[in-house]
């Protein structure tokens, strides 16, 4: 369709179809109907036209678990980041900050999977995301010496998946000076546009987890903004008529 749009006269908007056989004129009431149709069709593609924001999932999110406990838990939310245990098992720890002395710390709330435990995590409402890094370590310095392979399975949007798998150094100390968790970095050409991720192994502790999330683009921005002041010059304009 081939848009023409004149103001000279009174405000009118001429649309013709493919071939060009016709010409409709739309003016009037009828076109502040059409003009919302066409605010929300370019709102809707210019919001495709996105970049990447990245937030960091810290797990000292409400309820706060108490210092020095672990609770075992069904489900957690941070920033409509959404987190539950895989089916076939039915809980994962959430464990506070300074927490008990045998566990793994490092000054912040944390999620860890004791033998068992699972965990799956989604965006709400079904948006795509991306995994940047992740901090991991050991469940217990019961498991001191004794690195953990923790395994992330991706899935995408087209049923396709991707996996990757971090090894710890099996340096844990509980509360001592040692450094307990490790910093690990996801490829982000193959870690984004995921709709669910999946750890399907225990022994773990996990923190720090940053994502990548969709936000407005420059282009919708600056498409928002030139198509609000075109509606207020016609409002105005038909409002003095």
Same mark, same amino acid.
């Given at each position: 369709?081939?848009?023409?749009? !004149?103001?000279?006269?009174?405000?009118?908007?001429?649309?013709?179809?493919?071939? &060009?056989?016709?010409?409709?004129?739309?003016? &009037?009431?009828?076109? =502040?109907?059409?003009?919302?149709?066409?605010?929300?069709?370019?709102?809707?593609?210019?919001?495709?036209?996105?970049?990447?924001? $990245?937030?960091?999932? $810290?797990?000292?999110?409400?309820? =706060?678990?108490? *210092? &020095?406990?672990?609770?075992?838990?069904?489900?957690?939310?941070?920033?409509?980041? @959404?987190? *539950?245990? @895989?089916?076939g098992s039915d809980t994962f720890t959430r464990t506070g900050a300074h927490p008990p002395s045998a566990a793994p710390d490092d000054g912040s709330g944390y999620l860890a999977a004791p033998l068992g435990s699972s965990l799956m995590f989604i965006c709400a409402g079904g948006s795509s995301f991306g995994l940047v890094s992740v901090d991991l370590a050991e469940y217990s310095t019961v498991f001191a010496n004794q690195p953990v392979t923790v395994?992330?399975?991706?899935?995408?949007?087209?049923? &396709? /998946?991707? /996996?990757?798998?971090?090894? $710890?150094?099996?340096?844990?100390?509980?509360?001592?000076?040692?450094?307990?968790?490790?910093?690990? !970095?996801?490829? +982000?050409?193959?870690?984004?546009?995921?709709?669910?991720?999946?750890?399907? +192994?225990?022994?773990?502790?996990?923190? !720090?987890?940053? =994502?990548?999330?969709?936000?407005?683009? =420059?282009?919708? @921005?600056?498409? @928002?903004? $030139?198509?609000?002041?075109?509606?207020?010059?016609?409002?105005?304009?038909?409002?003095?008529?």
């Amino acid at each position: 369709m081939l848009v023409r749009i !004149n103001y000279k006269n009174g405000f009118s908007l001429f649309a013709r179809d493919v071939k &060009g056989d016709s010409f409709i004129k739309i003016s &009037g009431a009828n076109f =502040v109907s059409l003009r919302a149709v066409l605010l929300g069709a370019f709102l809707s593609i210019s919001w495709s036209v996105s970049g990447q924001g $990245t937030l960091q999932i $810290t797990f000292d999110g409400p309820p =706060v678990i108490p *210092s &020095g406990a672990r609770f075992s838990v069904t489900a957690y939310d941070e920033a409509r980041m @959404l987190f *539950s245990p @895989l089916s076939g098992s039915d809980t994962f720890t959430r464990t506070g900050a300074h927490p008990p002395s045998a566990a793994p710390d490092d000054g912040s709330g944390y999620l860890a999977a004791p033998l068992g435990s699972s965990l799956m995590f989604i965006c709400a409402g079904g948006s795509s995301f991306g995994l940047v890094s992740v901090d991991l370590a050991e469940y217990s310095t019961v498991f001191a010496n004794q690195p953990v392979t923790v395994s992330f399975v991706g899935y995408y949007s087209d049923g &396709g /998946t991707v /996996t990757t798998s971090f090894t $710890t150094d099996g340096i844990i100390d509980g509360t001592g000076p040692l450094a307990d968790f490790q910093k690990f !970095n996801f490829n +982000s050409k193959d870690w984004s546009g995921l709709t669910r991720v999946e750890i399907p +192994s225990y022994g773990w502790s996990l923190d !720090n987890l940053v =994502v990548a999330v969709p936000e407005p683009g =420059v282009f919708s @921005l600056f498409g @928002l903004g $030139t198509f609000a002041m075109i509606a207020r010059r016609f409002y105005r304009r038909n409002q003095y008529r």
